[in-house]
């Protein structure tokens, strides 16, 4: 396991300042801009090893700290230099957390994509170390971050997207309504059971020697039969929530049905006490 790149570090530290005092940033404006601070650094950080990839240049930046240790960890051909999926989450990250310090909803709209792609590059990752993707150590290993590295991503990321549930898209998984209590189970299962199943598949081809078309049928069948046991799980749910609404519904008409009838009979006592008493 290569060791940490120092200012990869830093920047994850300072990602980790700005995003504890944007949680207490409501109620203090020094403390946003502080947050933005950091956040913007974590901007310029991870920008600058954009450049310095696509252009060449500004290499001697992130050689700074522990310049000779990292050139020693280069003769012995180990590259722990930030890599590009690195660099452009941490782009987004600092994005996401810079937009998420102010109190406008609008803006803070706006800070919910970036996190998402920031979760989603850092999914692919984890899925890529996971089923021991050999490009990701050979061809695409200047491109891919490192397992240790997607885990953080996704748990920053999604750390965000929970903080800005309030509003953007995020308003619909976290609602109290049915669809949102929808929304949060089915979420989890569209990524946990694909993931698991696929597994199973490459596990498979590791064990014993099977045709693609046979592992890919496999694949598909097994998740196919997941979601229809989900779907199954969901409409038992929904028809016990709508049998009960309607019950509900049914036992409401039954007393308005009854109050009129009161209401029905106590005017015609009344109309009749009336005769009697001009009579």
């Not at 989900?230 to 016990?240: A, K, V």
């Not at 509900?248 to 049905?257: C, F, T, V």
Request: charged share 15%; hydrophobic share 50%.
């Amino acid at each position: 396991v290569l060791a940490l790149n120092p200012i990869s570090a830093i920047s994850w530290i300072f990602i980790g300042i700005s995003f504890s005092f944007y949680l207490s940033s409501r109620t203090t404006k020094k403390l946003q801009i502080v947050s933005r601070i950091f956040s913007a650094t974590a901007v310029l950080i991870g920008l600058l090893r954009l450049l310095e990839i696509k252009l060449g240049f500004l290499n001697e930046v992130f050689q700074i700290l522990f310049a000779d240790k990292l050139k020693t960890l280069l003769s012995n051909n180990e590259d722990n230099q930030i890599s590009i999926a690195t660099a452009f989450s941490l782009l987004l990250i600092g994005m996401a957390l810079f937009l998420s310090s102010y109190n406008d909803r609008r803006i803070k709209y706006l800070a919910n994509y970036p996190a998402l792609l920031v979760f989603i590059s850092g999914l692919f990752s984890i899925i890529g170390h996971a089923y021991y993707v050999s490009e990701f150590y050979g061809l695409l290993e200047r491109y891919s971050m490192s397992g240790y590295t997607a885990v953080c991503f996704c748990l920053i990321s999604l750390a965000v997207l929970f903080a800005n549930s309030d509003v953007g898209f995020m308003r619909t998984f976290s609602s109290s309504f049915l669809g949102g209590k929808m929304s949060r189970l089915l979420i989890p299962s569209a990524i946990l059971i694909p993931l698991f199943f696929g597994f199973i598949r490459v596990l498979m081809s590791w064990k014993f020697p099977i045709h693609t078309e046979l592992g890919a049928s496999v694949f598909v069948v097994s998740i196919i039969i997941a979601f229809c046991l989900l779907i199954w799980y969901l409409s038992t749910i929904l028809n016990r929530s709508d049998i009960a609404c309607t019950n509900a519904e049914a036992e409401l008409l039954k007393l308005n049905s009854e109050l009129e009838q009161k209401i029905i009979d106590r005017t015609e006592e009344i109309n009749k006490r009336e005769k009697r008493f001009r009579a």
